[in-house]
C-alpha cells in the first residue's frame, strides 16, 4: 500500500491542474463568445502572428 | 476604398480585413470611449473579420472585437467618434448594424455573477471527482488506518471546498433565515453543513461513515441547477436589454446656438424640441411651428394617419410623417403619457406577482417536511437506542442527505433551460421566469390589430383601373418623400416596373401631400381635402392631374408573417380568441374576416381593453393578451400571460413576459404546445423524486442508509431528471 504515497498526490496534482486550466479560460473569458470561437479558427487572419494585446 | 457589393459582402471585405488589421488599433493619448453596436445579421468567419477589420480601419477607431454569440460588436475609439456614424458605416458596406445605448446594458456585470457561479461549480467538480476516488477504496474495502487517512485527505479537500462552493447556499439560507422564512436553501445548508460536522466527528473517533462524498456531490448537483438557471436567466435578460437599448432616448433641442442632441432625461417643461420626419415624438407637447401628420397608431390603434398644426397636442411615441415641426415639452420624462399609463400597469401587475411557480409550490411543502423527519428520526433513535446521540445524529443526517432536493434544484432549471432555448430559436423571448407555466395554463387568447395582427405597414392594393401614367407620375412624386404610404406605392410601382414620369419642382407641402409640374401643368399626390376629392373609405392616397377626376390609391395593411397559421393553430387547442382595437369598426371587421376571428371589438378605449381583460379573467379564464401599442400596455399587464412583437413600444414590452423577436407570429400555437408538455416535464420530475425519496426515505429512517448507498440514488435521480428534461429538445 505504500504507492498510494506517490498516487495519492499524483492524483491531487493532475486534478489541481485542470482545475488551474479551468480557471485560466474563465478568466481569460473564454466562455464569452462561443459561437464566434468555433467560427475564428476557420480565418486565416491570425495565422502568421497572434493579435497584440 | 471601394466598397465591395455582392450577396456577401463579407467575403469580399475578408482579405482586406486582413491587410489592414492593425491599422487604427493604437490610442493617441486621449481618454477612449466605449461603443456597443448591434450585428443582428451576422453569422460567419467572414462576417467578424469584415466587420472588424473594416472598423479597425475607420478613424479614431482604435480596437473593434466582434462578439458572435450576442451578434454584437464592442469598439473602443476616439472620444469625438460618433456611434451613428459607424453604424451607418458598417449597414453601408452591408453589415446591417445599430447603435446600442450602453447605459442599458448590464450584461458586465451580470456575467460576472455567471462567472462566479462557474468557478464555484469548477471547484466542487474538482473536489467531487477527487472525494469520489477515495470514497470508492474506503466502500470496496479498505480499513483501519488506510480507511482513517482517505477520510482525513477527503476532508482536507473537503473543508475549503465547501467554504468556497457552498457559499451561494448560506447567503441565501442566512437571508430567509433572518427575517424568518424557510426556503429551498436552509434544508440544503443544514445537510452539507451536518454531512461535513458529523462526517468529521466520524473521521476522529475512526468511524466506518464519512458523507464528505455525499455533501460534495450536493453541492455540485446543486450549483449546475444554480447555474442553469442563471443562464436562461441572463440569456433573456441581455435580449430584453438590447432590445430597450436599441432605442437610444435622443431629442433634438432648440436653443440659441442652435440644434442640439440631447438625451430625453435632460428636457425640461418649456424647452422647444424639433421633430424631423420619420422620427418618434420624444415627450408630451404642443405644436408651437410646423404642419405635419402623425401616426398614433401605436397609442389608439387607429390606422389612418392625424393631420398636426400649431396648438395639436401631441403625446410621446406618436409617429411624425411629412413635415418638420417644433413641439414645446409639456411633460417630459416621468411625467409624460407614456409614464402615466405605467401606473394602469403597476396595479394590475401586484396581482400577477402573487403566482406561484411550481418550484415555489414544492419547496414550500418540502421544506419543512424535510426538517420533521429528520428531527423525528433524531428522537425517535435517541430514544429506541437509549440515548446514543452519535448513532442518533448519523441517521438524520442520513435523512437530510438522502431526501437532497436535487429534483427541485436540477429539474426545474434543467426544463425551463432546455424549453426556453427551443423557443428562443424559433424566435420567442421569456422575459419572466413564470411566463412559462402560465403559458401552459392559457385557454382564451385576445388580439390587438394595428401592429400585431398586421404589420403596421400599408400596401398598395392592386386595381386594374389605375392608368399607367398615373402610376409613373404618383411614382415620381411619392419617391422623395418618408410618407408610410408615399414609400408603399414607390414600393408598388417598382414591383410593377413602372419608371418615374418627368416632374419637376417636386416639393411637400407639410400635412398635405406633395406637388410638382409635370408637361407644364400642376400635379398634386395626397389628402383628399386638399385636391377635393371624394374621399373613400379606407386608407387612400389620391393623385390629381390638373383638370382631370383625382384618382384614388388605396392601401390595405397587410398581416403579419403566419397570422393565419397561429390562429388556426390556437383554435385547434380549443381557445376562445378575440380581436380587440382601438380603431373604427370597418377596419377591424376587414381584418376579423381575414383571419377567421368571429368575435371583435372595435373603438376600445386602453381602459376598456383593460377592463376586458380582467372581466375575461374573473369569469374563470386564463387569458393570453398579444399586443403592441401603448393602448394595449394596461391589459398586457392585466392578463394572466402576456406576448408583444419586438416592434412594439418599449412601454409594452417592457410589461409583457414573452417578446416575440421575429416578424412572424408562427411561433406562437406551438409556444403553447411546448410551455404544456415543458410543465408536464416538470411534475414528472417531480413524480420522479417523490418515487425515489418514497424508496430512500423509509431505508434511512431504519439506519439501513450508507454512503454508497446515499451518493448512488442521488447520482441516479439527478441523472434521470436531467435526462427527462432533455427529451423536450426532441420533441
Not at chain 2, 18 to 42: F, T
Not at chain 2, 571 to 584: E, F, H, N, R, Y
Amino acid at each position: 500500500m505504500n504507492v498510494l504515497v506517490y498516487l495519492i498526490p499524483i492524483s491531487l496534482l493532475l486534478g489541481g491542474g485542470g482545475l488551474a486550466a479551468f480557471f485560466w479560460t474563465l478568466r481569460s473569458e473564454q466562455y464569452d463568445d462561443p459561437d464566434g470561437n468555433s467560427q475564428r479558427i476557420l480565418s486565416d487572419r491570425w495565422d502568421d502572428r497572434p493579435p497584440e494585446e | 476604398m471601394s466598397v465591395p457589393l455582392s450577396a456577401c459582402p463579407a467575403c469580399d471585405a475578408a482579405p482586406l480585413a486582413k491587410a489592414q488589421a492593425g491599422k487604427g488599433v493604437a490610442g493617441n493619448g486621449m481618454e477612449g470611449k466605449r461603443i456597443m453596436l448591434s450585428l443582428p445579421h451576422i453569422y460567419c468567419a467572414a462576417c467578424i473579420a469584415g466587420v472588424e477589420g473594416n472598423l479597425a480601419q475607420q478613424d479614431g477607431v482604435r480596437a473593434a472585437r466582434v462578439n458572435l454569440t450576442l451578434k454584437r460588436a464592442t469598439v473602443d475609439v476616439d472620444p469625438d467618434v460618433e456611434p451613428e456614424t459607424l453604424a451607418n458605416y458598417l449597414t453601408g458596406i452591408g453589415f446591417e448594424a445599430y447603435e446600442l445605448d450602453a447605459g442599458q446594458l448590464t450584461s458586465t456585470a451580470t456575467d460576472k455573477m455567471g462567472k462566479d457561479l462557474l468557478m464555484r461549480l469548477g471547484v466542487a467538480g474538482f473536489a467531487m471527482m477527487n472525494v469520489m476516488l477515495l470514497s470508492v477504496a474506503v466502500w470496496s474495502g479498505a480499513t483501519d488506518a488506510t480507511r482513517d487517512m482517505f477520510h482525513w485527505i477527503s476532508a482536507a479537500i473537503a473543508i475549503p471546498t465547501i467554504g468556497f462552493s457552498s457559499q451561494v447556499f448560506f447567503k441565501s439560507a442566512w437571508t430567509a433565515l433572518r427575517v424568518g422564512r424557510l426556503n429551498m436553501d436552509v434544508p440544503i445548508s443544514l445537510a452539507i453543513l451536518l454531512a461535513l460536522g458529523m462526517s468529521l466527528y466520524e473521521t476522529a473517533q475512526s468511524g466506518e461513515h464519512a458523507y464528505f462524498d455525499a455533501a460534495l456531490s450536493l453541492t455540485f448537483f446543486l450549483l449546475a441547477g444554480r447555474y442553469l438557471d442563471y443562464r436562461t436567466r441572463s440569456v433573456a435578460r441581455s435580449a430584453a436589454e438590447e432590445l430597450a437599448a436599441l432605442e437610444v432616448p435622443r431629442a433634438l433641442r432648440l436653443t440659441d446656438a442652435g440644434d442640439e442632441q440631447v438625451s430625453v432625461a435632460e428636457l425640461a417643461v418649456g424647452d422647444i424640441v424639433r421633430v424631423v420626419p420619420g422620427a418618434r415624438v420624444p415627450v408630451d407637447g404642443i405644436v408651437v411651428t410646423g404642419e405635419s401628420e402623425l401616426d398614433r397608431s401605436l397609442l389608439t390603434g387607429e390606422s389612418l394617419p392625424v393631420a398636426a398644426g400649431p396648438d395639436t397636442v401631441v403625446s410621446t411615441g406618436e409617429v411624425n410623417l411629412t413635415g418638420p415641426m417644433t413641439v414645446r415639452v409639456t411633460a417630459a420624462g416621468r411625467d409624460s403619457s407614456l409614464h402615466r399609463m405605467a401606473d394602469l400597469v403597476a396595479i394590475a401587475e401586484t396581482a400577477r406577482n402573487r403566482y406561484t411557480s411550481l418550484a415555489d409550490k414544492a419547496a414550500k411543502i418540502y421544506a419543512p417536511l424535510v426538517h420533521i423527519l429528520a428531527l423525528g428520526a433524531f428522537l425517535a433513535w435517541l430514544w429506541i437506542s437509549g440515548g446514543d446521540v452519535r448513532l442518533a445524529l448519523n441517521i438524520a443526517v442520513a435523512v437530510l442527505i438522502i431526501t437532497c432536493p436535487c429534483a427541485l434544484g436540477l429539474a426545474v432549471p434543467a426544463v425551463t433551460t432546455a424549453a426556453s432555448g427551443r423557443l428562443f430559436k424559433q424566435g420567442m423571448l421569456l422575459k419572466s421566469a413564470t411566463a412559462m407555466e402560465r403559458l401552459a395554463e392559457v385557454d382564451h387568447v385576445v388580439f390587438d390589430k394595428t401592429g400585431t395582427l398586421t404589420q403596421g405597414k400599408p400596401v398598395m392594393d392592386e386595381n386594374a383601373q389605375h392608368r399607367t401614367q398615373d402610376l409613373e407620375i404618383a411614382l415620381a412624386l411619392a419617391e422623395g418623400s418618408s410618407h408610410p404610404l408615399a414609400l408603399s406605392l414607390t414600393q408598388a410601382a417598382r414591383a410593377k416596373g413602372i419608371v418615374p414620369a418627368e416632374v419637376s419642382r417636386v416639393h411637400e407641402v407639410p400635412g398635405k401631400g406633395i406637388e410638382g409640374i409635370w408637361n407644364g401643368k400642376t400635379v398634386r399626390l395626397g389628402r383628399a381635402e386638399w385636391l377635393g376629392a371624394n374621399a373613400v373609405g379606407q386608407t387612400a392616397t389620391y393623385l390629381s392631374v390638373s383638370g382631370a377626376r383625382p384618382v384614388a390609391f388605396t392601401f390595405t395593411d397587410r398581416l403579419r408573417e403566419a397570422v393565419n397559421e397561429a390562429i388556426s393553430g390556437l383554435k385547434a387547442q380549443g381557445m376562445g380568441i378575440t380581436l380587440i382595437s382601438g380603431d373604427v369598426p370597418a377596419a377591424v371587421a376587414d381584418i376579423a374576416g381575414r383571419v377567421g376571428i368571429s368575435d371583435w371589438k372595435a373603438d376600445t378605449l386602453p381602459e376598456g381593453k383593460a377592463e376586458y381583460v380582467a372581466r375575461l379573467g374573473k369569469s374563470g379564464k386564463r387569458v393570453l393578451m398579444v399586443g403592441d401599442g401603448l393602448n394595449d400596455t394596461a391589459a398586457l399587464a392585466a392578463a394572466h400571460v402576456s406576448i408583444s412583437p419586438a416592434s412594439a413600444l418599449e412601454a409594452a414590452r417592457v410589461v409583457s413576459d414573452i417578446v416575440l423577436l421575429g416578424q412572424s407570429m408562427g411561433p406562437l400555437g406551438e409556444a403553447t404546445l411546448m410551455a404544456k408538455s415543458a410543465t408536464r416535464r416538470i411534475k414528472e420530475n417531480f413524480a420522479i423524486a417523490a418515487g425515489y425519496n418514497a424508496i430512500a426515505i423509509p431505508i434511512a429512517l431504519l439506519g439501513l442508509a450508507t454512503p454508497l448507498a446515499a451518493a448512488l440514488a442521488m447520482s441516479l435521480s439527478s441523472v434521470t431528471v436531467s435526462l427527462n428534461a432533455l427529451r423536450l429538445k426532441k420533441g
